[in-house]
């Protein structure tokens, strides 16, 4: 099955700077891959995903890159402000169930004044 | 409109006890997933359902949890004689198709802790 890496635990960067989370993968066939923001007691959001035909892709200040031949993909937050204070999790698409993402552990990120 | 909701949103119980989670997905949507988040963890895959159809079980910790859909819409999650290390957020998703072309909506996850 897939097992995913995710670094680091802990992120805190100050306000307008800019973040970068990793992710690693270990099945070759995976072909899909999310990020989820998760707020503090709140349930887990999509914020951006990327499929193995491209390379990169961007949404305002959220970014994410994908290296299929090394397996790991990144999220970049550029200008980071407070409210991006939350936990985020990387997720894979294991082809071979057909329908199963597996989670990074997730990346607690702080964004401090 | 509506978007995912679980019932109960908290669950306390003795060691030993049986419990029983709701998921209600959002309407039309075929595929409904459950994970399992501890303290600090990531998001650990149980089961999901295609339909009423379970094609992966792989995660389901144990024999003592089980899941059942009905009617292709609501779906309870069993866990019997509930141990100490079932403590855990249990999160529920649905997707108006597969993982991977449709995005999963997540419900605000039933918070299950074992005395």
């Known amino acids: 099955g897939e097992n995913v890496e995710q670094h680091p635990s802990t992120l805190s960067v100050q306000e307008g700077d800019s973040a970068v989370i990793k992710c690693t993968y270990s099945?070759?066939?995976?072909?899909?891959f999310p990020w989820y923001k998760q707020e503090l007691g709140k349930r887990p959001q999509l914020i951006i995903d990327?499929?193995?035909?491209?390379g990169e892709k961007k949404d305002q200040r959220i970014a994410v890159t994908l290296n299929k031949t090394a397996k790991h993909f990144s999220l970049h937050i550029t200008e980071t402000q407070p409210e991006d204070s939350a936990v985020y999790f990387c997720?894979?698409?294991?082809?071979?169930?057909?329908?199963?993402?597996?989670f990074g552990t997730g990346t607690r990120l702080q964004v401090t004044l | 409109g509506a978007g995912v909701s679980q019932s109960p949103s908290n669950k306390v119980t003795e060691k030993g006890k049986d419990v029983e989670l709701r998921c209600d997905p959002i309407?039309?949507?075929?595929?409904l997933y459950w994970y399992r988040q501890s303290l600090g963890q990531g998001l650990e895959f149980l089961i999901y359902?295609?339909?009423?159809?379970?094609?992966?079980k792989s995660g389901l910790p144990s024999d003592r949890f089980s899941a059942e859909r009905t009617g292709g819409s609501v779906s309870t999650l069993t866990i019997q004689r509930t141990q100490q290390e079932d403590s855990a957020v249990y999160l529920c998703?649905?997707?108006?198709?597969?993982?991977?072309?449709?995005?999963?909506?997540f419900g605000p996850g039933t918070r299950l802790t074992v005395t």
């Open positions: 998703a649905s997707s108006l198709g597969l993982a991977g072309v449709s995005e999963q909506y």
């Open positions: 099945d070759s066939a995976s072909n899909y």
């Open positions: 990327i499929r193995s035909n491209v």
């Open positions: 997720a894979a698409l294991y082809t071979g169930t057909a329908s199963k993402l597996t």
């Open positions: 309407s039309g949507h075929t595929a």
């Open positions: 359902f295609q339909g009423n159809s379970a094609p992966d």
